[in-house]
Nanobody, 117 residues
C-alpha cells in the first residue's frame, strides 16, 4: 500500500503562484510514476502532469509553460509549482502514484486550489 498526503493548496489571485507538495509513504519506490490530477466542479478528473522515476515529465497542454512538476526521491515527495494561475485552474488537485507498467493509481485525499480575485 502507498499513502499520499497533499499540502499547499489555497486561494490565490489570477497571475499568482502556488506550490503543491505530496508526501508518499508505505510501499513507494523511486521507480513509481508520480503525478497530479485535478477535478473542477462538474467536470471530469484530468491529468495535469506526471513524472517518471528517471525524471521524464508529461504535461497537459493547458498547463505547459506555467506548471512544473518535480520530485525528491530521497524524501518520496513530488511537487507541483504553479505559476501564472488562471481562474480555470480552480479545482481539487490530487496526487497519484503508480507502478510504471500499471494502470492502477494510488490517490491522495486532494487539496483545493482556488484562483479568484
Amino acid at each position: 500500500q502507498v499513502q499520499l498526503v497533499e499540502s499547499g493548496g489555497g486561494l490565490v489571485q489570477p497571475g499568482g503562484s502556488l506550490r503543491l507538495s505530496c508526501a508518499a509513504s508505505g510501499s513507494i519506490r523511486s521507480i513509481y510514476v508520480m503525478g497530479w490530477y485535478r477535478q473542477a466542479l462538474g467536470k471530469q478528473r484530468e491529468l495535469v502532469a506526471d513524472i517518471s522515476g528517471d525524471g521524464s515529465t508529461n504535461y497537459a497542454d493547458s498547463v505547459k509553460g506555467r506548471f512544473t512538476i518535480s520530485r525528491d526521491n530521497a524524501k518520496n515527495t513530488v511537487f507541483l509549482q504553479m505559476n501564472s494561475l488562471k481562474p480555470e485552474d480552480t479545482a481539487v488537485y490530487y496526487c497519484t502514484a503508480r507502478r510504471p507498467i500499471s494502470t492502477y493509481h494510488y490517490w491522495g485525499q486532494g487539496t483545493q486550489v482556488t484562483v479568484s480575485s
